[in-house]
């Protein structure tokens, strides 16, 4: 059995070889997230959970030998939803990957995360496996990313629409607006609460960000995220009523022209979830403009309960009736 431990400045090079061998487009990412959040992820091991804002990272060894690496994140001011953002494993080292995954859930659901989230490309077949199988989460959904192929996508009407920047009294709005969008049978694991939707100002130096929202009268009706990853490269996320569907393309018109203020020659790149009940028709829209699917990603979830141990265990009628000589106790 491996151990497991957090991650220090002895490991650098260990996982710099480890990452390299996997995926050198890696190696870039982890100096950054290692060097530049050292400083605060030690003193994180002090903090309460709703304190911890940076990334965590543990190795996982075996007699002095690097196995795997496991990286997470809180869910943006939500400290009790976290996410794995990455792992790293050697050949051979299924039992190494189940492991950590374990440690981590176990390690942070016992000081009070209670949701636990992987997404990953549905292509990465045996990594699935490692998650569904190995560690016990389970396959709640879809997420895509497309490729706008034609940036000059444009529908006039737009202008006669009141879109606003957010403010920090929205969020919890937000919230409520995003829960009744996702579908019934997803809305435990996935709902969001306000924290996820204030101000973005204690996120840490991250990629800028620009959100608005549609409204009709008190009611909001759309909501959109525009990720500027650098000059050339912008993401677009919008979340909308699926009654007011015959908007898209007016509200995608409008998040395509405040990219466009920014830098005229980009990249853009659409996210779409499907797990919203606007998610089938968004994605319906795409194939007819031809935006291009780049990647269709598993959202896998798992929620961590403590046992709750009982200092009397008495029998607990569930049925009887005054006819019968019988009941039924669990």
Wanted: aromatic share 16%.
């Amino acid at each position: 059995m491996a151990k497991i431990r957090k991650i220090n400045l002895l490991d650098v090079i260990n996982v710099r070889k480890l990452v390299s061998f996997i995926c050198a487009d890696e190696v870039i990412h982890y100096k950054r997230l290692f060097f530049a959040s050292a400083p605060m992820t030690f003193f994180q091991n002090f903090f309460p959970l709703f304190m911890r804002k940076q990334p965590e990272t543990y190795v996982a060894e075996t007699d002095g030998e690097l196995r795997g690496v496991i990286s997470l994140k809180a869910q943006c001011l939500n400290c009790r939803k976290w996410e794995i953002i990455r792992l790293f494993l050697q050949k051979n080292s299924y039992d190494t990957g189940k492991q950590l995954v374990d440690y981590v859930v176990s390690h942070f659901g016992a000081v009070g995360a209670t949701t636990f989230f992987a997404v990953i490309n549905d292509t990465e077949t045996e990594l699935l496996e490692l998650f569904v199988k190995g560690a016990g989460f389970r396959m709640c959904s879809c997420t895509a990313l497309h490729l706008m192929s034609n940036i000059n996508f444009f529908d006039e009407n737009f202008s006669k629409l009141n879109f606003r920047m957010i403010k920090s009294s929205d969020s919890q709005r937000l919230a409520d607006f995003f829960n009744e969008n996702i579908f019934s049978s997803f809305k435990n694991s996935l709902q969001k609460d306000k924290s996820e939707f204030s101000d973005v100002l204690f996120k840490g130096l991250g990629n800028a960000m620009f959100r608005y929202i549609l409204e009709d009268g008190d009611n909001i009706i759309s909501y959109i995220e525009i990720f500027a990853y650098d000059n050339s490269t912008y993401g677009i996320d919008i979340i909308i009523s699926q009654g007011y569907m015959n908007l898209y393309s007016q509200i995608l018109s409008f998040a395509v022209s405040e990219v466009k203020k920014r830098n005229k020659n980009v990249s853009i790149y659409i996210k779409n979830r499907k797990y919203l009940m606007s998610g089938y028709e968004i994605e319906d829209f795409f194939k007819q403009n031809h935006f291009e699917m780049l990647e269709n990603k598993v959202v896998l979830v798992k929620d961590f309960y403590k046992r709750i141990e009982n200092e009397v265990q008495s029998p607990a009628i569930a049925f009887s009736s005054m006819k019968s000589n019988r009941a039924y106790f669990f």
